[in-house]
Nanobody, 122 residues
Framework: QVQLVESGGGLVQAGDSLKLSCAVSGRTFSTYVMGWFRQAPGKEREFVATISRSGGSTDYADSVKGRFTISRDNAKNTVYLQMNTLKSEDTAVYYC???????????????WGQGTQVTVSS
């Protein structure tokens, strides 16, 4: 059984940085394409970032491009989301997700973590 556990969320001020982590267990991590999504109160869950199985390809939502960086460490079975220059509109529950595959994708994911809250005060 695949398990994803996010950590690193918290309360920060606008302009601050935060780094989220997602530890994956249950299957060979390097077989997964990984993604980060978020859901703000009253809104639908939205795509944030994705990284290919090898880590060589990434994709970002326009709203975070240039501020957020997704990365992975296949030796540690962990994917990261470095978030810089945070804005109040980045406030949301952040989820990591996994799917077996090769290419970074915004599409359907099969496995999800429980989420970690990020709150940005202005």
């Amino acid at each position: 059984q695949v398990q994803l556990v996010e950590s690193g969320g918290g309360l920060v001020q606008a302009g601050d940085s935060l780094k989220l982590s997602c530890a994956v267990s249950g299957r060979t991590f390097s077989t997964y394409v990984m993604g980060w999504f978020r859901q703000a109160p009253g809104k639908e869950r939205e795509f944030v970032a994705t990284i290919s199985r090898s880590g060589g390809s990434t994709d970002y939502a326009d709203s975070v491009k240039g501020r957020f960086t997704i990365s992975r460490d296949n030796a540690k079975n962990t994917v990261y989301l470095q978030m810089n220059t945070l804005k109040s509109e980045d406030t949301a529950v952040y989820y990591c997700a996994a799917r077996v595959g090769v290419t970074a994708t915004r599409g359907r994911y099969d496995y999800w973590g429980q989420g970690t809250q990020v709150t940005v005060s202005s």
